[in-house]
């Protein structure tokens, strides 16, 4: 006996039809709530810049820093995701533009969650970037440009990327041979190329104060 499937079940004709049936279910716990119970504001923190520039380094620096002092974060990290969520897309145009769509969505999960989460992505078209800031309200989504140099990134370049995306052995390599396209207007930009990891660190945090999204330190 053969069941009909869940389209046919539900008198639709495929999944088009099908997102007719889907509702957004609101929690019980919203953000204000976890807002308060935690004392800080969710927040989007979107590290951009090329392979090399510091992203990763300085998002889990930041990271650690937040959870020093007590508060509900999360990095999401380019490599790590595309070993689960994203594990089947490439590096093409397009499988790039789907990587970012996929984790912007996952980035508003975990605003919703009342975390804030910092997301370290080349991700370097800055209409894929756009659309993940359009996902969520105004102020919730911090552009942050990791700016170097690429001869810097190619200097710092641990895994030999650069020089095997010159030999032609990667193809799509940003920098090389497919474009970045830097913010225009990020609500922060650190110059990862030439100021220390502490110091980006201590901008960033500070950005985070002024916007009120973490507390202030307490006076000693």
Request: proline share 11%; aromatic share 0%; net charge negative.
């Given at each position: 006996m053969t069941l009909p499937s869940s389209s046919q079940a539900s008198g639709t004709a495929g999944p088009a039809l099908q997102a007719r049936n889907i509702v957004w279910h609101h929690s019980t716990v919203t953000r204000a709530a976890r807002a308060h119970q935690r004392g800080h504001r969710s927040a989007i923190l979107w590290f951009t810049g090329l392979s090399g520039a510091g992203k990763s380094t300085l998002a889990n620096a930041v990271n650690s820093a937040l959870f020093e002092q007590g508060l509900a974060c999360y990095v999401l990290d380019g490599d790590n995701v595309r070993h689960g969520l994203c594990s089947d897309l490439g590096f093409s145009d397009a499988d790039r533009e789907e990587n970012i769509r996929r984790i912007g969505e996952v980035a508003k999960l975990f605003l919703d969650a009342g975390v804030v989460v910092l997301t370290a992505f080349v991700s370097p078209f800055r209409a894929d970037r756009q659309r993940a800031r359009e996902l969520v309200e105004p102020g919730d989504f911090l552009e942050i440009h990791c700016a170097a140099e690429l001869e810097v990134c190619e200097q710092r370049d641990t895994k030999g990327l650069y020089a095997r995306a010159r030999a032609g052995e990667i193809k799509d390599f940003t920098g090389i041979s497919s474009p970045y396209e830097a913010p225009?207007?990020?609500?922060?930009?650190?110059?990862?190329?030439?100021?220390?990891?502490?110091?980006?660190?201590?901008?960033?945090?500070?950005?985070?104060?002024?916007?009120?999204?973490?507390?202030?330190?307490?006076?000693?």
């Open positions: 225009d207007n990020p609500e922060l930009r650190v110059a990862t190329g030439e100021v220390n990891l502490d110091g980006c660190v201590a901008q960033v945090l500070q950005e985070l104060e002024r916007r009120g999204i973490i507390p202030e330190p307490a006076e000693p």
